[in-house]
């Protein structure tokens, strides 16, 4: 890889002198890719400050959409090291002037594949001379549009792989096409921890992993919620947890259509006493539990690292659309039936080691190769300019509208009429914020109310 930095020795600073803090961006577009954003600037920063070297600022940044997370979703992330009162929210445009002026060394860009593109693209037409070193990745596991994703994340300085599984998967994708494969990183889920898993006398305790799209229709999300009940009824002395991602008309990084929550109060006899909808935190919620159930939740690779009883389910089939096929080979797949009996799944190690879920105490060494790559980047020499694997020339058809979807014209410029607001006065801005906040709430009742029904309608 060429030599890339964002900051050069300074000839005239004496050694006694302290060194300017390392100033880190994330910019995230939901809940779960901000608390991957977040904890992974943490990962790639840890030790920095410890050293004396250098003090570290992270800075947070939310692009403004359809799932844009609310304070109460940030607050039930856990902690990432960054105040949720600290965060704010802005477009793609009002992210790259940001950029332009504030100066940072990193950037973490914790958002789908389409929002990298375009903010590489953007980035790239800032000109800088002195540009931050871009970091990105997965959020968790990657079982859908492997290539399509991969590059529309080309292009990034470095590009997390979570396991030496996906390393190899994402290495094998640019050099397949042609592109430069030295970006692509190996680490871990930056969310991985707590303490081992110890069964506790009196405690018993089921936990269902809820997904917001998976399964999407409400046949099968029926079916889920009414087998999670009935386990209930037949283990009156356990307690069964349904963990919920959002609250009706909150998003997540999927669009939830279906919420569990009014499934739940359509259970024929009502819900029993020992089953409980819960919220909150997954570590803490995991603290407590005893067998984590799933379809294929990212919640299962947290599980395991804690060595807790998990399950994946192949009630629904062992399919791409469910992303359970992930888990072949793992021993974790199982049904409602066999749970209900008692059988509690045995994970195969070599499948653990290869998911990198680390539960051999390796974690703690995760991301050194990733730490030292950007290390050297901040201190080898100026950066390059960004080159993505799209361009106007590669991806006639199909760049120019991922970049106008964020207001960006086909070279990474802003739109006519996209420039960054200027500052209003606090009457304005609220007034602003208001009209934003109503608009947001409207597309969310009509994904979540009118569009199901108008899909049912199309069905009749």
Known sequence: MPSRTS???????????????????????????????ALTARRLTAGTDERGARPVEVSGLLLRGRATPTPRQLAEVGEVGIEAEKVREVTAVEFLHTVRDERYDVVVLALVGGGVQAMLHGLAA?????????????????????ADGLLLRHGADVVLANSAHDAERFRAVYQGVGADASAVT????????????????????????????VPA???????????????????????????????????????????????????????????????????????RTDLLVTVSSTAALESLHRRIPTAVLTDL?????????HFVGSGLLTSWDRLDGGF??????????????????????????????????????????LAPYYTPATAPGYLPGILARHHLAPDGTPLPGAAAPQKHGRVRGAVRETVRNAARGAYRQGVQRVAPVIRRMGEL
């Open 7 to 37: 900051n050069t020795a300074d000839p005239a600073r004496t050694p006694a002198e302290p060194r300017p803090a390392l100033r880190v961006a994330v910019l995230a577009d939901s809940d779960t890719r901000w608390k991957w954003g």
């Open 317 to 325: 089939g062992v399919r791409e659309p469910l992303g359970n096929h």
């Open 344 to 385: 509690r799944p045995r994970p195969d190690g070599q499948w653990l080691a290869d998911q990198g879920v680390a539960a051999d105490g390796s974690y703690g060494t995760a991301y050194d190769r990733a730490r030292a790559q950007v290390t050297a980047l901040l201190e080898s020499g100026r950066l390059p300019p």
């Open 126 to 146: 800032l000109n800088l001379t002195r540009r931050p070193v871009i970091v990105t990745g997965y959020v968790g596991v990657v079982y859908e549009r492997l």
């Open 217 to 287: 229709s409400r046949a099968d999300r029926t079916y889920l919620l009414r087998r999670l009940v009935e386990h209930a009824r037949l283990h009156p002395r356990r307690e069964v947890l349904l963990k919920l991602r959002s609250k009706p008309g909150e998003h997540t990084t999927h669009i939830e259509e279906l919420p569990y929550q009014r499934l739940a109060q359509r259970v024929p006899g009502g819900l029993p006493p020992n089953f409980r909808l819960v919220y909150g935190h997954m570590g803490e919620v995991l603290d």
């Open 186 to 213: 190996e680490a871990a889920l930056p969310f991985l921890g707590g303490a081992p898993y110890r069964a506790e006398e009196g405690r018993d305790t089921v936990v269902f992993a809820a997904q917001p799209s």
